[in-house]
């Protein structure tokens, strides 16, 4: 069925404002989603009604927000076909690929193994395995991308076949180039070889139909805030396998089972990852998200998002000196590029005076920019709440930004 995107959209206040006194057309999605009423609504009814300590507390305020919590963990669950013991609350999934990596690589990889990554991977899923690497002397083996922006199959398939890989973490898809990964004939592959799997899904999940079964991962890790919920708040999913042998990511409150001056022991997970006072309305928020979104089909979110990257694209491309970066056709509706003679902070600062919002700069990727020999894209990235128009509007402000800046 066809989205209604006038009344989507009527649910998002902040797409009523203006940007430099013009209509707003956001479409830096990537970097993060704007928020409906319905989530902003729940965090702010939460410190007007609910607001307390979670865990411990027996009077009715408490239990509100006890319950509260609880379900958010429930609707995260569900949506991602896992038990509510497998959803770990962290800040992000920056943190929660921290997390991974500091306590569930530094159990599986030695000195001397080796593990995969990919050259279109943010920093986010790149540093942390480099910090470990280094403490510990495992080797880091970086799939190459193809000129259209996809995986070397082949490439991994051949790291696979050696018998050194322990672990492989990849992006589901890639903020830059919108490739969409195949991730579970990558993870099905990696299993038959015995190889631990992680996924960073913070693109995917507000595009795709996510089934943590399904994939057969050992980790997925993504952020509230990109799809449509609060920033400050992310969910790591994990096998139950995986996580009940990982030791604390970090220590204190909540994340014990007894604590004495001769020895500690830990709760079991998810509390044991969740040391300290969590987010809690960034929890209900997040749950907020997931129950709007859940409201719609996601195949016909990504129809719409798919057209209008498509006009955007098309439009786009009869500009002498346009070059789109990642034109695989299995990508989501990303859009990269650059124009030949203007720089792509330029062309941004352009398209804001006409009330056009995107992101130019590296995008947090930056061994990916050497790959396609430039030092940063101009990037139009599109959410269910965008509309024909806007494609249309980026289009033309782009030829006049030609026009002027050229």
């Not at 991308?145 to 076949?161: A, M, N, Q, V, Y």
């Not at 500690?264 to 987010?279: D, L, S, V």
């Not at 941004?348 to 940063?376: E, N, S, Y």
């Amino acid at each position: 069925m066809a989205l209604n995107i006038n009344e989507i959209r009527s649910d998002f206040p902040i797409l009523q404002r203006e940007n430099r006194s013009k209509p707003l057309a956001f479409l830096d999605n990537a970097a993060t989603s704007q928020k409906p009423a319905c989530v902003i609504n729940a965090i702010s009814d939460y410190y007007s009604s609910s607001n307390s300590n979670v865990h411990r507390g027996i009077y009715e305020l408490a239990e509100d927000a006890e319950n509260l919590y609880h379900q958010a963990r429930k609707s995260i669950a569900q949506k991602f076909n896992v038990s509510v013991n497998q959803v770990v609350f962290v800040r992000g999934a920056t943190e929660g690929l921290n997390l991974i990596a500091q306590s569930y690589g530094s159990l599986v990889l030695k000195k001397g193994d080796c593990m995969i990554l990919s050259e279109m991977e943010h920093h986010a899923n790149i540093v942390p395995w480099q910090i470990l690497s280094e403490k510990i002397g495992f080797s880091i083996r970086i799939c190459p991308t193809l000129p259209e922006g996809s995986l070397d199959r082949e490439w991994i398939s051949h790291e696979f076949s050696k018998g050194k890989v322990k672990l492989i973490s990849l992006t589901a898809l890639s903020n830059t180039l919108g490739t969409v990964n195949p991730i579970e004939e990558i993870v099905s592959e990696a299993r038959h070889h015995g190889i631990k799997t992680v996924i960073d899904g913070a693109q995917s999940v507000p595009h795709q139909k996510i089934d943590f079964q399904k994939i057969g991962c050992d980790f997925f890790a993504f952020s509230g805030h990109k799809i449509y919920g609060p920033m400050g708040i992310g969910v790591v999913l994990g096998s139950s396998d995986a996580l009940n042998q990982m030791p604390p990511y970090q220590a204190g409150g909540d994340m014990i089972d007894q604590v004495s001056f001769e020895d500690t022991t830990f709760a079991a997970p998810p509390q044991r990852f969740e040391a300290g006072t969590p987010n809690v309305a960034g929890a209900i928020g997040l749950g907020k998200a997931i129950e709007y979104i859940n409201q719609f089909d996601i195949s016909d979110i990504g129809k719409h998002e798919n057209n209008l990257y498509r006009i955007a694209s098309t439009g786009l491309s009869k500009i002498e000196g346009f070059v789109e970066h990642g034109t695989t056709p299995n990508k989501a509706a990303v859009l990269s590029f650059t124009i030949d003679g203007i720089h792509p902070h330029d062309l941004a600062t352009f398209l804001d005076a006409q009330g056009i919002a995107i992101r130019t700069g590296h995008h947090c990727c930056q061994p990916l920019m050497k790959v396609l020999g430039v030092d940063a894209t101009a990037r139009a990235s599109f959410a269910i709440y965008n509309t024909e128009d806007e494609a249309n509007r980026l289009v033309e402000a782009v030829k006049k930004a030609v026009d002027i800046l050229r």
